[in-house]
């Protein structure tokens, strides 16, 4: 069966500071691989996805960039933290052929930006 | 461009009580409907999805939704509550005949179950 992992659950980083969120998928091959962020009473956020290795596309211009170094790999950066990026961050995966299919979602990490 | 309408932000209700959450979407094209649920501090999980055929499509935990093409609604029932559904309900469209898919999710419905 398949899993997605999230880390790390929760961080609190200064404004200014890096960052370097992971997300991996087990138990399939080529997924699409998403990046959502969920802010409060605001739904959620597409900010990426990548339908293969180096393929990224950006949802939004923002703060943030998003890289795909192995096929079940996802990793979302940052060089400098806002406060406006505090915020609840989903990874999501679905199968690549999938048009119909559902998005399964990691546990996400809570990142608060103080 | 498709959009997705969650009217109510917060749903109180009592337990074993009926209960109806609405979801509009906004679409040129045919879509594929979702919904999902996220318990406190967790990721979303899949409740139903409505693809094509019959309008009434039946998902887990005892929920259902009926898809209303003229309406451009998909609204989520549940016939009797209990207390183990208070989560955030999303509701999500993504267009139909691509080759790749995403979601436009609305901004959620928080039910409240209470005894």
């Known amino acids: 069966s398949q899993t997605i992992h999230q880390w790390p659950a929760t961080l609190v980083q200064p404004v200014g500071s890096p960052l370097s969120l992971e997300c991996t998928v087990e138990g399939t091959s080529n997924p699409n691989l998403y990046w959502y962020r969920q802010a409060a009473g605001r739904g959620l956020q597409l900010l990426f996805y990548s339908v293969g290795i180096g393929q990224i596309s950006s949802e939004v211009p923002q703060n943030l960039s998003a890289s795909r170094p192995q096929d079940r790999q996802f990793i979302l950066s940052s060089k400098k933290l806002l406060l406006s990026d505090s915020g609840f961050y989903l990874c999501?995966?679905?199968?690549?052929?999938?048009?119909?299919?559902?998005?399964?979602f990691g546990p996400g990490t809570r990142l608060t930006v103080l | 461009a498709q959009s997705v309408t969650q009217l109510d932000s917060q749903v109180p209700v009592f337990e074993e009580a009926p209960v109806e959450l609405r979801c509009n979407y906004s679409s040129s094209v045919s879509v594929y409907l979702f919904w999902y649920v996220q318990y406190p501090n967790q990721g979303l999980q899949l409740l139903l999805k409505y693809l094509s055929g019959s309008t009434l499509v039946k998902g887990i935990n005892g929920f259902e939704a009926e898809f209303n093409k003229s309406q451009t609604s998909f609204h989520l029932r549940k016939p009797s509550v209990h207390i183990s559904d208070t989560a955030e309900y999303f509701c999500?469209?993504?267009?139909?005949?691509?080759?790749?898919?995403?979601?436009?999710f609305g901004t959620g419905t928080r039910l409240l179950v209470s005894p």
């Open positions: 999501a995966w679905s199968r690549l052929a999938g048009v119909s299919d559902e998005q399964f």
């Open positions: 999500a469209v993504s267009r139909g005949n691509t080759g790749f898919q995403k979601l436009v």
